[in-house]
């Protein structure tokens, strides 16, 4: 039995995640968290064979959750799921340590052969992902400059594009004005 984790801030999803993977005989959701922390502290203290965790979360997003989580539990395959495209995070997730990624617009199914793929130990990409994977290997011209971007850099680069000012991002970051400004 494939025991899986999930956390996600929206208790909708984390229901409907419970609701496909009922439909299975071996998979069970064997906790849930609500945000980052919660799920941090969930991983250090129980064993899980897979957690599902959404990117964008209160109280730690889900890269730097992902990042803790690869220092305390190896070996855990994690699979980040999310409402950005995949154009935006997943090859950051990926290289980061996730697994798999996952939208989710995805349909039912395809968690469900995620979650079996990255339990045996293998990654998972969506056949979508796979292809953009596939062209840009292919390509012969430069990346485009946010591509170089650190992590922190497109986290900042993100909120200020989506209209927020540098004094909200410090805020939601936890960190100084000063140092949003310096990403």
């Known amino acids: 039995m494939i025991r899986i984790l999930i956390a996600d801030d929206q208790p909708i999803i984390r229901e409907g995640i419970k609701q496909i993977i009922s439909e299975t005989t071996d998979m069970v959701i064997a906790d849930e968290a609500s945000d980052g922390q919660e799920a941090l502290k969930k991983v250090w203290k129980n064993n899980y064979d897979v957690a599902v965790l959404d990117i964008t979360m209160p109280h730690g997003n889900g890269m730097e959750i992902l990042g803790q989580i690869r220092k305390a539990r190896p070996k855990l395959p994690v699979l980040m799921l999310s409402m950005y495209p ?8 990926l290289k980061a340590g996730a697994a798999s990624y996952l939208t989710k617009q995805s349909i ?19 056949p979508t992902l796979a292809e953009r994977l596939a062209s840009e ?14 992590d922190r850099e497109y986290q900042v680069m993100l909120r200020i594009a989506s209209g927020k000012t540098v004094s909200e991002i410090a805020e939601e970051l936890s960190l100084s004005v000063k140092t949003i400004s310096t990403y």
């Open 137 to 150: 290997l292919s390509a012969k011209s430069d990346k485009p400059p946010h591509e170089t971007l650190s």
């Open 108 to 126: 039912p199914e395809e968690l469900i052969r995620a979650i079996r793929k990255i339990f045996q130990g293998g990654k998972y990409i969506s």
């Open 86 to 93: 995949e154009d935006q995070y997943a090859v950051r997730a």
